[in-house]
């Protein structure tokens, strides 16, 4: 093939690239200007009813939104819910099906949920039960009878959805005045959530109240305070709720329910601590956690611990849900932790040592001293809180020490280092301690400064 042969192809094609696009366009265009080309939708007439709830506004998916920041929309609890005793509540479809077939969380007919769910829509509503905005109807509306406590109903309106699983799964220990309570696990207490029998003032240990305001007063109680008038999803009050009723309020603290309400936690906290009934660990992250260190224990310490658990760990409101309630309970369970003796501390006789040859060569004598508690009852907290020397000796060790509790008439080791100059071979020490009686109270012994 000629030069000139391959320059006419070559001409051809890019005269024909141009006009078999132009040609395919044109029969594109032709296809799809002809309507009976287009697939036409419309909402069958008895689906229509369904962009009630469905429809290109965030009336669903601001619900959702706000619903995955809560604390239902969050963690794993929802796991537990493959048991059938945790089912109920733990599931959000196992709480459909208990609603469903008249159960209570406790029923024996109750099945654990194979594929449990967090509490999403379907849970508190009766999503696509008739496909019309009817749907956002609750699951159910009932009083509720809370089943640990027979002849006690929680009645307040649509709250009575919450107070379905919001309710404490165990009794409180009977009253036995002198006694010995036993059962106490890591479990101990009504279970978590226990918000309806707080606001109806009830299963504390060793005290009965009244119903509060915020039950008696406010309708829907529970999804009036936490949900507002705007259906708030993440269920956090905010201030503005409040101000409905309390006209002043700036937060939570309305006239100092939680400030006083933390301050006397605080102290029971101190005083089980202090009788050994409740241990408490900081994890990584600086979150405390505490639970009761004994299996038994004498009622008054018992009804104490029953009580710090529902405020503190269950109930989480610093007294709002029941002030009242809340701070009889505070109250009785203080007065109920009578403090023992003083403890009384003393110094044994020291022992005196080099802890290393690099020690000795650095002139770093060690001295071990023992602290006795001659009292009859358990010093708490005992702290080595100074020493002052002689002859130009000066304290190494990092003070106070800690040494810990020491039970009435026992002893405990604490060892201090001290800087013995060149060519100095006596000297004196005058030391200082402290201790906590198991009411919290600070006792000094020994030489303190000024």
Not at 40 to 53: A, F, H, L, R
Not at 120 to 132: G, K, L, S
Not at 202 to 209: F, L, P, V
Not at 289 to 305: M, Q, R
Request: some cysteine.
């Amino acid at each position: 093939m000629s030069v000139k042969q391959k320059r006419r192809i070559k001409y051809a094609a890019l005269i024909l690239t141009p006009a078999c696009l132009i040609v395919l366009l044109a029969l594109v265009s032709a296809l799809y200007s002809d309507s009976s080309a287009v697939a036409q939708y419309t909402v069958p007439p008895e689906y229509q009813t369904c962009t009630e709830c469905h429809d290109n506004s965030t009336l669903i998916t601001g619900k959702e939104t706000a619903w995955e920041t809560s604390l239902h929309g969050t963690g794993e609890a929802y796991l537990r819910g493959t048991s059938k005793s945790c089912a109920g509540c733990h599931s959000g479809g196992g709480f459909s099906n208990m609603i469903d077939a008249g159960l209570e969380p406790n029923s024996s007919a109750m099945v654990g949920d194979a594929s449990p769910t967090r509490q999403t829509c379907r849970a508190c509503h009766q999503v696509h039960e008739t496909y019309t905005g009817g749907d956002w109807a609750l699951e159910t509306t009932a009083p509720v009878s809370l089943y640990v406590l027979p002849g006690t109903t929680f009645d307040g309106g649509e709250g009575n959805l919450c107070a379905k699983c919001h309710q404490p799964r165990t009794k409180a220990p009977a009253v036995a005045p002198g006694g010995t309570v036993s059962g106490i696990s890591s479990h101990w207490g009504p279970h978590h959530g226990p918000q309806s029998s707080m606001m109806l003032g009830t299963d504390g240990a060793g005290q009965e109240g009244t119903p509060s305001a915020h039950y008696t007063a406010v309708q829907d109680t529970c999804v009036t305070c936490h949900m507002g008038s705007n259906d708030n999803h993440t269920y956090t009050p905010e201030v503005a709720t409040c101000k409905s009723c309390h006209t002043t309020a700036t937060n939570f603290d309305i006239n100092g329910v939680q400030t006083t309400v933390q301050a006397k936690s605080d102290q029971l906290k101190s005083l089980l601590v202090n009788a050994g009934a409740l241990s408490c660990t900081v994890d990584e992250e600086g979150v405390e956690e505490c639970a009761p260190s004994v299996t038994s224990a004498p009622d008054n310490i018992a009804y104490a611990l029953w009580n710090w658990t529902y405020i503190v760990k269950e109930d989480k409101s610093k007294g709002v849900h029941n002030a009242d309630y809340t701070n009889a309970l505070l109250d009785a369970s203080i007065a109920g932790i009578t403090c023992d003796a003083t403890p009384v501390l003393g110094l044994g006789q020291p022992q005196a040592f080099w802890g290393s040859y690099a020690d000795y060569q650095a002139g770093v004598l060690s001295v071990t001293y023992a602290i006795n508690n001659g009292g009859g009852t358990t010093a708490f907290n005992v702290m080595l809180t100074n020493s002052s020397t002689n002859n130009g000796v000066t304290v190494a060790s990092s003070l106070p020490a800690s040494v810990g509790n020491i039970a009435g008439g026992a002893s405990a080791p604490v060892t201090v280092q001290y800087n013995i100059p060149s060519g100095v071979s006596w000297f004196n020490t005058a030391n200082g301690a402290t201790a906590q009686d198991n009411c919290g109270n600070t006792f000094t012994f020994g030489s303190q400064p000024a």
